[in-house]
């Protein structure tokens, strides 16, 4: 079973990077080849622009698919180990402890803890010692509606002090949200990567109605810059080539004898942009 | 090395069973020795005693506390095999990777176990020796026949190999303790068995084996008379057999997906 194939990109530093992709797509194959616990079976990467080994990922945070951690012990003891292997941030655990909202539960063991505080340890252990490159795979797996509001502040924070962020998801909100670069996945193939605002194109489009939508559609046709206008269900949709303005649509109709009973200015949403991309390179 | 011993002490600090196997496994081959000694020294069997040529006093005694502390290494086993599924149980060798070990480190860990443990064993085997020496026998200290406890030694180092093998290989706590003890209780010997009786001495040379033709039960050992090689070929296998465990755990380790 190959899972990636000719998959190839760059990270820059500080950039909060997106590694997105439907379940299965090779996310996690990518991130522990990286990270040495998959062996490739062929091709390279460098880390920090130098062929990688322990001592470069001594200086990343790793948060990979499920947390582990030896569940005998407690949270802060699981962390000792953390430190001890990573040669840094022994002095550095009570903070992340607190930063992660695990500190109260220090003392009891990992087998005891909830599915959401084992991320959160697994997010702590990531912050130990505050490195620039984090590696986080699905870091908000498991965490409660706060839960995931507070990992991502805590990525906002880390992404403005200039961090360099790897972040895997399928939920395309949360990479909307953090990120600044993207790389698609599917099926083990890279689609697209680069920056987000290239890599997802997500033209504005107006959703509007009047009385008689089929003169609607005739008139807004003939607005300079429309390229497309449909009737949807009770209303109209319009898609222009530049981002429309909806005053000037208002005063356009009404010029032109349509009153507008509905006029609202709409993002396509991420779902619908990635599934577009998505199935262009299913056909 | 020091950062390794290190992140491994933290491992096992607060684990409450490795501390009860670690003291079940230092203490079982005491009270036996303490039990054996203490049987052939009293009453109708000290007489028996005799005629074997004080297998309690020095130098005898180095034979007889080898011979048999080596019947509890199995305890010591059981130990670094809980030691290393452990990691696999909990998925902690991928993390200890991901954290920035090397494999090789890993490796390493557990090799330090394997020493660490031999070592321990070793030092608890001199020291009964020599307190039963000095207390049930009647000559003064002696290490003549010192010997006998550095086959023990081996012995333990290649049977530890064989459970960190069987540990790494199979990856979980309960299959890999089943199958250690099948091989060392049975297997290892029924095999030897076989080839003694239709190959010949050649029989004593499979891992467990060889340890113990170096170190023949003094209580009845003596009576049966066997072929055998030098002692210098039994050590020359164990090493042999340590080797190979090593390396196909090195190979395991660096090769495979985690």
Not at chain 1, 75 to 95: F, Y
Not at chain 1, 224 to 229: E, F, V
Not at chain 2, 109 to 114: E, I, P, R, S, Y
Not at chain 2, 149 to 154: A, D, H, T
Request: glycine letters at 8%; one cysteine or more; aromatic letters at 10%.
């Amino acid at each position: 079973m190959q899972a990636l194939s000719g998959v190839s990109f760059d990270v820059p530093p500080g950039s909060v990077f997106g590694i997105l992709g439907p379940n299965g797509s090779g996310k996690t194959t990518l991130l522990g080849i990286v990270t040495d616990v998959l062996k490739a079976d062929s091709g390279t990467f460098q880390l920090f622009g130098k062929p990688a080994g322990a001592s470069e990922r001594r200086s990343i945070g790793t948060l990979l698919e499920t947390p582990n951690f030896y569940h005998y012990l407690s949270g802060w003891k699981n962390l000792e180990i953390s430190a001890s292997i990573k040669q840094r941030g022994a002095d550095d655990i009570e903070r992340v402890l607190k930063v992660c909202g695990l500190y109260a539960r220090k003392d009891a063991a990992f087998k005891t803890y909830s599915l959401g505080m084992k991320q959160r340890l697994a997010l702590a252990s990531v912050l130990l010692g505050d490195p620039d490159v984090l590696i986080l795979d699905e870091p908000t797996n498991g965490l409660d509606p706060s839960g995931i509001a507070e990992v991502r502040s805590i990525i906002h924070d880390l992404a403005g002090s200039g961090k360099t962020i790897i972040l895997a998801s399928h939920l395309l909100d949360e990479v909307e949200k953090v990120c600044t670069h993207v790389a698609i996945l599917q099926r083990g193939q890279l689609l697209l990567s680069g920056a987000v605002s290239e890599v997802i194109q997500r033209n504005d489009f107006v959703e509007l109605a009047a009385a008689d939508n089929q003169a609607l559609v005739a008139l807004i046709l003939r607005f300079p810059g429309c390229n497309s206008a449909v009737v949807s269900g009770s209303s109209v949709i319009a898609t222009f080539d530049s981002p429309p303005d909806t005053a000037a649509i208002n005063g356009w109709c009404a010029n032109n004898g349509i009153w507008l009973s509905q006029l609202q200015l709409r993002k396509k949403s991420l779902e619908k942009a990635f599934l577009e991309l998505t199935h262009t390179s299913n056909s | 090395m020091k950062n390794i011993i290190r992140t491994e002490w933290l491992k096992v600090r607060t684990y409450r069973t490795f501390w009860v196997m670690l003291i079940l496994a230092a203490i079982i081959p005491v009270i036996s020795n303490f039990f054996m000694a203490n049987l052939f020294s009293n009453g109708d069997l000290k007489k028996a005693t005799q005629l074997m040529g004080q297998p309690f006093s020095f130098p005898a005694v180095w034979l007889s506390v080898a011979s048999i502390s080596s019947y509890t290494s199995g305890l010591f086993a059981i130990l670094l095999i809980i030691l290393t599924t452990n990691e696999y149980t909990f998925r902690t060798n991928r993390q200890n990777i991901i954290d920035g070990w090397d494999r090789r480190d890993f490796v390493y860990a557990k090799l330090f176990w394997l020493v660490a443990l031999s070592l321990i064993a070793l030092a608890i085997t001199t020291l009964t020796g020599i307190i039963i020496g000095l207390s049930y026998g009647d000559t003064s200290l002696s290490f003549e026949d010192y010997r006998y406890v550095i086959y023990y030694f081996l012995q333990v180092v290649v049977a530890l190999s064989i459970a960190l093998l069987i540990a790494v290989l199979l990856k979980r706590a309960g299959i890999a303790i089943v199958i250690f003890f099948a091989y060392s209780m049975m297997l290892d010997n029924i095999l030897s068995a076989i080839l003694k009786r239709y190959v010949g001495q050649v029989g004593g040379l499979l891992p467990l084996q060889a340890g113990d033709q170096l170190l023949p039960v003094p209580l009845f050992g003596k009576l049966i008379s066997e072929e055998m090689y030098d002692a210098y070929v039994y050590v020359i296998a164990i090493l042999v057999y340590i080797s190979i465990a090593v390396y196909i755990v090195f190979r395991k380790m660096m090769k495979s997906d985690l």
